[in-house]
């Protein structure tokens, strides 16, 4: 997949940490020396391995975080090197909170690139040197010896909307996420959506108007994600400098802020790029009718950028026109959707909180 959600380190490359309470969270059993749990009462651990950045989380069987962990993968992004950096943090996270190894019931991953969920195979990823036909779940399950599931991450991130967040009852919805690209977690009556190859959410490559009609190389962003994208935005924003003067170096979400406070060029891109965000949430909604799209990653939680497409929206026709929201969990989502799948592995049966 191309979409990440703009999650970056700037640490040492292994870094430990007490981390802001996810929801959920716990404040953790303070007791010293290791405890040993039946199946009852385990520990299941969560992972969002990103491109430059892996966290990790460690939850009980209801979902509350005991503690969370994160280093970054910059240089260490070879597949022995993640799995030797997952094994780290999570025996870090368990002699934190006192726990021993066998507390640990499974382990769930989410990897930014095409996921073959079934397989537990990571097929390709252009975030990841060296990442391609990855089975991923076994070298999990060998590491750790327990359960392992893996999903694409920005589907990981759908799951845990679904379960703790914005769409949280909601069976059929969209979680858009934009970032350097554009992908798409779809659930469809309560379920995800995965396709024969395992790249149904590509719509960085969906064609609307305003955008190129050029099919795109490989390894080349889509037509959309091309405009949308982080490096589509900035290189809009060199395209409004007015006198040939050069244009101030900002981010989307730089740009979209000043927007919002008037500045002329500014609101060009932001226009821009929330018209063609509306195409590609309208046309994804006639064919899905869902609901709701929720909008996730580094730009897509942007107020103004989903302010401006939401008025953009409501100029069309019902019944097709969707309701749109920002992510509630933000960067947590993909670590909240990796300890759902967790808890299913681990087939623990009070998946709710209590």
């Known amino acids: 997949?191309?979409?990440?959600?703009?999650?970056?380190?700037?640490?040492?490359?292994?870094?430990?940490?007490?981390?802001?309470?996810?929801?959920?969270?716990?404040?953790?059993?303070?007791?010293?020396?290791?405890?040993?749990?039946g199946k009852e009462n385990g520990l299941v651990a969560g992972v969002d391995i990103g491109g430059s950045n892996l966290r990790?989380?460690?939850?009980?069987?209801?979902?509350?975080i005991s503690g969370t962990w994160n280093a970054s993968?910059?240089?260490?992004?070879?597949?022995d090197m993640v799995i030797a950096q997952i094994q780290h943090g999570i025996d870090n996270l368990l002699s934190q909170s006192s726990y021993s190894r066998c507390s640990l019931l499974s382990v769930a991953a989410g990897a930014p690139g095409v996921t073959n969920a079934q397989a537990g195979?990571?097929?390709?990823?252009?975030?990841?040197?060296?990442?391609?036909?990855?089975?991923?779940?076994?070298?999990?399950?060998?590491?750790?010896g327990v359960p392992a599931a893996v999903e694409n991450d920005v589907r990981m991130a759908a799951l845990g909307e679904h379960w703790m967040g914005a769409a949280r009852g909601v069976d059929d919805f969209v979680f858009l996420a934009i970032g350097t690209g554009i992908a798409a977690g779809v659930f469809a009556?309560?379920?995800?959506?995965?396709?024969?190859?395992?790249?149904?959410?590509?719509?960085?490559?969906m064609h609307v108007p305003l955008a190129t009609q050029e099919p795109a190389g490989?390894?080349?962003?889509?037509?959309?994600?091309?405009?949308?994208?982080?490096?589509?935005?900035?290189?809009?924003?060199?395209s409004v400098s007015v006198d040939n003067s050069k244009p101030e170096s900002l981010t989307a979400t730089e740009i979209f802020s000043r927007a919002s406070k008037g500045d002329p060029q500014a609101r060009r891109v932001l226009e821009h790029s929330a018209q063609l965000l509306a195409y590609a949430v309208y046309n994804i909604s006639l064919v899905l009718n869902c609901s709701l799209f929720v909008l996730g990653g580094g730009i897509g939680v942007s107020i103004p950028l989903c302010d401006a497409t939401r008025r953009i929206?409501?100029?069309?026709?019902?019944?097709?026109?969707?309701?749109?929201?920002?992510?509630?969990?933000?960067?947590?989502?993909?670590?909240?959707g990796a300890i759902r799948l967790a808890l299913t592995t681990a087939k623990q049966p009070v998946l709710g909180r209590v």
Not at 73 to 79: I, Q, Y
Not at 130 to 141: A, I, K, N, S
């Open 56 to 64: 990790i989380a460690l939850a009980d069987l209801h979902g509350n």
């Open 121 to 144: 195979v990571v097929l390709a990823t252009s975030y990841l040197r060296g990442w391609r036909d990855v089975p991923l779940r076994q070298l999990l399950e060998s590491a750790l």
């Open 313 to 336: 929206l409501e100029r069309y026709n019902e019944p097709s026109r969707p309701k749109l929201v920002i992510s509630s969990l933000g960067t947590d989502a993909q670590l909240m």
């Open 189 to 205: 009556n309560g379920k995800l959506i995965h396709g024969s190859n395992w790249t149904a959410g590509e719509v960085g490559y």
């Open 1 to 37: 997949m191309k979409a990440h959600s703009g999650k970056d380190s700037s640490g040492p490359t292994k870094r430990k940490r007490r981390a802001k309470p996810l929801p959920g969270n716990s404040a953790g059993d303070q007791r010293t020396g290791p405890r040993r749990f």
């Open 73 to 79: 993968t910059k240089a260490t992004s070879s597949p």
């Open 218 to 238: 490989p390894g080349e962003p889509g037509a959309l994600e091309s405009i949308i994208g982080g490096d589509g935005i900035r290189r809009q924003w060199s």
